[in-house]
Structure formats: C-alpha cells, structure tokens
C-alpha cells in the first residue's frame, strides 16, 4: 500500500506540478487571428471556416530587395505577421540582402536561435558569447552559420557584388534588438550621461548619434 501510495504522489507531481499548461498542439492548425485586441502569448486562433490556403503562404522572398538605407542590408521578415498560420508552429523566416559592403548591424534576437544559409555572395559572420569572445567565420554560397539564441551577432557582406541569405528562426516570433537603436533611439530616451558614461563619450558626441539614429516620421 505504500508503495501504491508513492507511484501515486510521484505521477500526480509529475502530471500537475510541472505542467501548467499542456506544451503541444491541441488542435492540428491555429492560424493567427491577427486583427483580435485579445491579449496573450502569442495570437487567438481564427474560426476554423475562414482559413484558406494564403494563411501559410508567403512570396516575399521570390526576388531580392534593394537595400536603400545607410547600413547597406534589408530584412523581409516571414514570421507569423506575415503568415498566420505559422502561430503555435515555433519556426519563422527571414530573407536578408546585402550591398556590397552591407551590413546588418549588431543586434540580437531575445526568442530564437538563428541559422543562417547563403543564397549569394560572401559573408564575414560573427557572434559574441557573454564572455566577450567573438566567434566569428567568412561564409559563401551554400554555407551554413549559426547565432545562439539571445547573443549579440553582425553579417558584412565583404564581396564587391550583392549578396543574399536566408535565415531559419526557432520561434514564430523571434524579436529583433538592435543595439545600436536601442540604446541611442529609444522611447523616451535615455540619459544621455548614461549612455556617455557607458560609451566613454561626451554627451555632445551622444546627441550626435541619436540625431543619426532617430526614426525618420
């Protein structure tokens, strides 16, 4: 009887205390409802007889962007804004292309781990781990890299022709920081002694940076 009592006390534990929540699908499909003011983790499921075929499609990625900005490179986002049906899937897309001598920033992704594969052109490529150690690789055509979930990482298109790739995300909704914007264009904004103390700038050199960095209305 005590024994029975034990394998008892041990599956309820297992069943009720570690799960608050059930961690899988509960329903083959739950195409986003984008348009509900609902708020939760992720988005509310539309009615069953409204999705069609466009929820889990996407062409975005059929032709390449041009790059018009002062950084050289330009994300097209496939995440599940763009395609509804990937809500409760946990992956996502991105097409990014490159300049010559593009650059997409140093940034993170607080949701998702990363995977890069090259499409066009050549790559410096890197990450840093919380040590301050830079991992870093040159990529080509047909190659593949990886930027750990949440750490800092950069692409640079060092070749003197356009360049393209496609990345593969871990989560439907990966968020993007970047540093640079987060630190000097945020809303509202922060002190400027603390970004030149943080920097080891003067704080005119500061208003410079979030002149350049302020969003364009």
């Known amino acids: 009887m005590g024994a029975f009592r034990s394998l008892f ?30 708020k939760m983790n992720g988005f509310p499921c539309k009615n069953p007889s409204t999705i069609g075929a466009d929820d889990f499609f996407f062409a975005g990625f059929a032709q390449p962007s041009i790059p018009n900005n002062t950084v050289g490179s330009l994300v097209t986002a496939a995440n599940v804004e763009k395609i509804p049906g990937l809500n409760t899937l946990g992956v996502s897309m991105s097409r990014i292309d490159y300049a010559p001598g593009g650059v997409n920033p140093p940034h993170t992704h607080p949701r998702a781990t990363e995977i890069v594969f090259v499409l066009e052109g050549e790559l410096e490529v890197g990450f840093l781990t919380t040590s301050n150690k830079l991992i870093s690789k040159v990529i080509k055509k047909g190659e593949i890299f990886v930027f750990p979930k949440g750490l800092v990482h950069f692409q640079k298109n060092i070749g003197w022709t356009p360049a393209a790739v496609v990345t593969a995300f871990n989560s439907q909704f990966p968020g993007t920081q970047s540093i640079a914007a987060t630190l000097f264009a945020a ?21 410079k940076i979030k002149l350049k960095l302020k969003p364009k209305k």
């Open 9 to 38: 006390l041990i599956t309820f534990a297992l069943v009720f205390g570690s799960s608050h929540a059930d961690p899988d699908l509960l329903q083959d499909i739950c195409v986003a409802d984008l348009s509900s003011g609902v």
């Open 187 to 207: 809303s509202p904004t922060i002190l400027n002694d603390v970004l030149s103390k943080a920097f080891q700038i003067n704080t005119s050199e500061v208003e």
